[in-house]
């Protein structure tokens, strides 16, 4: 069977598109019972498990496996110890529980896949390629194991919690950093610990968990922000921004709060659950369940019906 198609560079060609037409045909006798299977594209490289019509969009948009030529993950013989209609496994083997639900949040961030056409078609929605390369990243991160048979923690969730810890404890960036040299050290040759504290907080803002650093006045007169953001003065009160060199007297951390909204709808569980008050809840006069049985939250939905009448509109609240 030939399969120089696999090596072809043009997706939009009938050679590429006739030959991943020949792996799904081939591939739906392998399928389990909802019609899953290994992807072997070039972004999930048959570590990730999709419905057979998701994986024929992969083909086309991220590519075949290059050096895929035997089909052994989807059932064919190519090897006497490889048994026909070998199980396939769902997930890389250090993949745990919360390891799948950031993944599935990653997924759903990223956005899914489904047969919609031809490949021209699915080209002209795709994600722009820098926010793409993006989460190919975070995925790689994602599936690939702290060290070699590691079979307990991703590259990714470590990082995650190893930040967590120092969040909860407090802990200073100079220990922080001395325990990653300290881990890198101990842990097997070729761990994907980072060592500097640069390379977590840059993983960590691609996950969408990052802060802006914005100068402020020393007597608190002004926030160094937009039109002021290049001033060395504070505009009312005349005070230098900077004790010297450039290090100024005082310095807010900016958490913005458009990006987390949009994580918050990235993922469908955590956007059942923003639409929930106006979906799920169940009214009970007299009793207060939710700030959306207040008086105040009712009298906002009658001054502004369009948006109290979408479930996904968000209403915040300073204290």
Not at 52 to 80: A, C, M
Not at 158 to 180: E, H, P, Q, T
Not at 202 to 207: E, R, S
């Amino acid at each position: 069977m030939d399969r120089s198609w696999i090596s072809n560079p043009d997706r939009l060609s009938g050679e590429y598109e006739n030959g991943v037409r020949e792996f799904v045909t081939f591939v739906r006798g392998s399928l389990d019972v909802q019609g899953l299977t290994k992807c072997p594209c070039n972004r999930c490289m048959n570590r990730e498990v999709h419905h057979i019509d998701s994986v024929r969009y992969h083909l086309l948009i991220y590519g075949f496996l290059k050096d895929y030529i035997h089909w052994t993950e989807h059932g064919e013989q190519s090897n006497p110890q490889v048994p026909l209609g070998s199980p396939i496994q769902d997930t890389p083997p250090c993949m745990n529980e919360q390891d799948e639900e950031m993944g599935e949040a990653l997924r759903d961030a990223a956005g899914h896949a489904y047969d919609i056409g031809s490949s021209s078609d699915l080209l002209s929605d795709m994600r722009p390629p820098a926010e793409q390369a993006r989460y190919d990243k975070l995925f790689e991160e994602l599936h690939n194991p702290l060290y070699d048979d590691c079979m307990k923690f991703s590259a990714l969730t470590f990082i995650v919690k190893l930040m967590n810890v120092k969040v909860l404890y407090k802990w200073s960036d100079r220990s922080f950093v001395a325990l990653l040299k300290l881990l890198h050290e101990a842990l097997p040759v070729g761990n994907r610990c980072p060592r500097t504290y640069y390379e977590t907080r840059k993983l960590l803002c691609d996950v969408g968990l990052g802060y802006e650093h914005i100068d402020v006045c020393k007597h608190d007169c002004t926030l160094f922000y937009n039109e002021h953001k290049d001033d060395d003065v504070c505009p009312i009160c005349g005070v230098s921004c900077y004790v010297r060199k450039k290090i100024p007297h005082k310095r807010l951390r900016y958490f913005p709060i458009t990006p987390r909204l949009k994580r918050l709808y990235s993922s469908k569980h955590t956007a059942r659950a923003m639409r929930w008050h106006k979906e799920q809840r169940l009214e009970e006069n007299g009793k207060l369940r939710h700030p959306a049985d207040g008086e105040a939250w009712k009298k906002f939905d009658s001054l502004y019906p369009e948006f109290a009448g979408d479930p996904r509109s968000v209403r915040m609240g300073l204290a």
